[in-house]
């Protein structure tokens, strides 16, 4: 056997011993234990594989998280359809005729068992999570996600639907010189998002995780998180739902709406901010786009 099966023959233990008791009914509040549960064991993957092979760990911990949400989802919420990152054929686009069960599906969990997986295998790095949304084709909430949670364990954090967070207060100009701190991927940032900060004054404020920089948006820490250039519905999903749930502003960068269960589970751009940025910050990035 070698060193990472080991390593993974213990995590299944651990999880299997780690019972998580009987989840709560109310979706909201069952999508913040299930992304807790998966969170801690994405804790315990990392202590036990370490740091010294980033693959191995990235690997390992994705496994580990999308195993443990795809067996509670069967368990507790049998009749739904699941989306999730880890899927074998959750990139195609599908077309008529040839449909994937959640297309048809009144109650759809959009799950990204591990966002910022690169910043997961990097030591002393508390930026990703662990992210669990429901849509339904029913609901009236904005973009159809009735429930969302955003677990960043390493952070000791969990932002979710069932008990949304208080709308971000106006910052200080004392603490932010009177500039917008503009949250971006650290690694895959738009190419437009320097000029974008130029144009408005702002400050950059790199970070791994599309959870991590939507929960920075509803804590205050930024003004705003833009994305452009490529993501997937899971890796937006229940921090949208959060932000939305909190009343802040969420939509493509043209200012479209964001719609998730989609044939195409491609959504390669976000803007999410405070509602009174939103008409500066739609117009700015109006000037960038193609
Ligand atoms: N250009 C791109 N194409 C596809 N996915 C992208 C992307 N830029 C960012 N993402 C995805 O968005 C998530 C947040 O990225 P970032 O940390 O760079 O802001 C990551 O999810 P995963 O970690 O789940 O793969 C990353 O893979
Ligand atoms: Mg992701």
Known sequence: MSEQTKASARITVARDAGEGG?????????????????????????????????????????????????????????ADAVLSEEDEQSRVAWTEGNRPDRLGSNRVWIVDPLDGTREFSEEGRDDWAVHVALWTADSSAPARLTAGAVAMPARHCTLATDQPPAYPPMPLESATGGSIRIAASR???????????????????????????????????????????????????????????TGLHASRVDGSPLAYNQADPKLPDLVVCRKDLAPRLLAALQRHLP
């Open 187 to 245: 690694t895959r940032p738009p190419a437009f998002v320097t000029a974008l900060a130029e144009g408005l004054g702002a400050e950059l404020v790199p970070m791994g995780s599309a959870g991590v920089k939507i929960a920075a948006v509803i804590n205050g820490e930024a003004d705003a998180y833009v994305h452009a250039g490529g993501q997937y519905e899971w890796d937006s999903a229940a921090p949208v739902a959060v932000a939305l749930a």
């Open 22 to 78: 009987t989840p709560p009914v109310n979706d909201s509040a069952f999508a913040r234990w299930l992304a807790d549960r998966a969170g801690q064991l994405l804790l315990q993957v990392r202590a036990e594989v370490g740091h010294e092979d980033g693959k191995a760990l990235k690997a390992a911990g994705d496994q580990a998280a999308h195993e443990l949400l795809r067996a509670e989802l069967a368990r507790w919420r049998p």
